[in-house]
């Protein structure tokens, strides 16, 4: 490279006869490993003079490159998490989450066996392509939907997307509000990540309810994506139960082909208020 100067025409090329000893900085210091900074042999000292003394001396260490280039890494591994977690809760106004089931988490539960389940079955969505769901049955108050929030929870907060629904509350939007929308709610429902289907059978049924939960379950079994249903009503797999008596065979066959069943026994775990209240003033 060749420039013009004052004296003429001058070679930027620096040959190794007119290399010259390194020349350190008495004042200028890596702000990281100490290292004086040196003189800057690649330009001619008519550069250095035109451009200043900023660029007389430069790092004589890599700190300053290692630094910029894991800045680099950390904005954009920023930005990747933030994009994943816009895309986990982006359901998360469509869906009737309320304050319990935000709060419900792996970290605040008492360990049981269903839980334990629900744990690697969890860790499992975020490592493998997981197409089977799960039904959790039995009383009310013996932690169903408390399961299915920790799992909801635990896979929104890794950037998965949930979307929750009360089945009662589905069919009553559908009809008030949604009856004009409903193939924009099925093609929610068909494109996130998981489906869990609240309080399954609380509802009276009709033909309509019948015509409306079929739609629901099967656009979910037509994606081959994985949903979790909680309901107080009675199941079993291979017989006649109150959800093929309520629902038909048709819904329960698909049931039985998507979800893998736990059951969850016991007395019910929720407090009342008199108990409540007694927590309060006495601990």
């Given amino acids: 490279m060749e420039i013009i100067t004052r004296n003429g025409i001058k070679n930027l090329k620096v040959s190794d006869e007119n290399k ?32 200043g003394d900023k660029i007389k001396y430069i790092p004589s ?9 894991k800045k680099i ?20 106004n469509f869906s009737p989450m309320d304050f319990k089931f935000i ?52 896979l929104m907060d890794r950037g998965k997307s949930v ?6 509350c589905y069919l009553t939007n ?16 068909s494109e996130c990540d998981l489906l869990i289907i609240d309080d399954f059978g609380a509802e009276k049924i009709t033909d309509w309810v019948l015509e409306k939960v079929f739609l629901l379950i099967d656009t979910r079994y037509k994606t081959e994506k994985p949903l979790i249903i909680t309901t107080n009503l009675e199941y079993r797999k291979d017989e006649n139960c109150d959800i093929e ?8 066959d698909r049931i039985n082909e998507m979800c893998y069943p736990l059951c969850f026994l016991g007395e019910s775990r929720r407090k009342g208020a008199e108990e409540s209240f007694l927590e309060i003033i006495l601990y």
């Avoid at 900085?25 to 042999?41: L, T």
């Avoid at 260490?61 to 280039?69: A, D, G, P, R, W």
């Avoid at 979307?163 to 009662?168: G, K, Q, R």
Wanted: one cysteine or more.
């Fill in 174 to 189: 559908l009809k008030a509000q949604w009856s004009s929308m409903e193939t924009e709610v099925l093609k929610k429902i």
């Fill in 163 to 168: 979307l929750v629904l009360n089945l009662a």
């Fill in 103 to 154: 709060n419900s988490t792996f970290e605040k539960a008492e360990i049981t066996d269903n839980l334990s389940i629900c744990m690697r079955y969890a860790k499992a969505f975020m490592t493998k392509e997981i197409h089977t769901g799960l039904i959790f049955y039995g009383n009310s108050g013996t932690g169903k939907t408390f399961n299915s929030a920790c799992i909801g929870n635990y």
């Fill in 245 to 252: 008596k309520i629902f038909g065979r048709r819904i329960k």
């Fill in 20 to 51: 010259k000893e390194t020349e350190y900085s008495r004042d200028k210091k890596c702000s990281v490993c100490g290292k004086p900074y040196m003189k800057n042999n690649m330009l001619p000292d008519e550069i250095i003079n035109i451009l």
């Fill in 61 to 69: 260490c890599k700190c300053h490159e290692t630094f910029y280039e």
């Fill in 73 to 92: 890494e950390e904005l954009s591994s920023k930005s990747d998490h933030e994009r994943a977690l816009n895309r986990g809760g982006r359901y998360k």
